[in-house]
T-cell receptor
């Protein structure tokens, strides 16, 4: 079946540095990818929606200059957390959707810890 | 403002019994509901869904019930198996925004042998 690969699964970085997270659809073309964030004991919160070849649409309260999203191809979207701070420590997860209303497939998530 | 709520953070059930996971929502414009299952260190995987025009959808051991007037849905697993132990998320979407999901907080199900 369809697989979404997310990398890295875990990253620790120092405050002020930037971290890039990749999300790849392995056997289908993802016209739309979604980025979520989950804090402990809370639900997955949608951060942004990215469509291949166009700018991402960010949810209210999500800083687009801090969370840079690039969806350069139909199989790859990246999320870059710029100038990371400890409060950005969270679980980040992507999902990808093919054409039409095909089901969403999720990556395994990235645990980001900012020290 | 939590539009999708799962008020029980955890549930423990004996193997072979029924597991009932509940979910409430506030937005009457939601027209599609889904349940996802998540194991530790893995992403959520789709389990079962229901359209707002239905009140029940069944797939093997899993049945989802939708009560629109109460804005409530539930997932029934019967019989429960130890391998069902995981975190279960309900999610909702609006018409023509199928990929944009609003998730509940999740319920951790533990099925004891």
């Amino acid at each position: 079946g369809a697989v979404v690969s997310q990398h890295p699964s875990r990253v620790i970085c120092k405050s002020g540095t930037s971290v890039k997270i990749e999300c790849r659809s392995l056997d289908f073309q993802a016209t739309t990818m979604f980025w979520y964030r989950q804090f402990p004991k809370q639900s997955l919160m949608l951060m942004a929606t990215s469509n291949e070849g166009s700018k991402a649409t960010y949810e209210q309260g999500v800083e687009k200059d801090k969370f840079l999203i690039n969806h350069a191809s139909l199989t790859l979207s990246t999320l870059t957390v710029t100038s990371a701070h400890p409060e950005d420590s969270s679980f980040y997860i992507c999902s990808a959707q093919g054409v039409g209303n095909s089901p969403l497939h999720f990556g395994n998530g990235t645990r980001l810890t900012v020290t | 403002d939590q539009q999708v709520k799962q008020n029980s953070p955890s549930l423990s059930v004996q193997e072979g019994r029924i597991s009932i996971l509940n979910c409430d929502y506030t937005n009457s414009m939601f027209d599609y509901f889904l349940w996802y299952k998540k194991y530790p260190a893995e992403g959520p995987t789709f389990l079962i869904s229901i359209s707002s025009i239905k009140d029940k959808n069944e797939d093997g051991r899993f049945t989802v019930f939708l009560n629109k007037s109460a804005k409530h849905l539930s997932l029934h697993i019967v019989p429960s198996q130890p391998g069902d132990s995981a975190v279960y998320f309900c999610a909702a979407s609006l018409y023509n925004q199928g990929g944009k999901l609003i998730f509940g907080q999740g319920t951790e199900l533990s099925v004891k042998p």
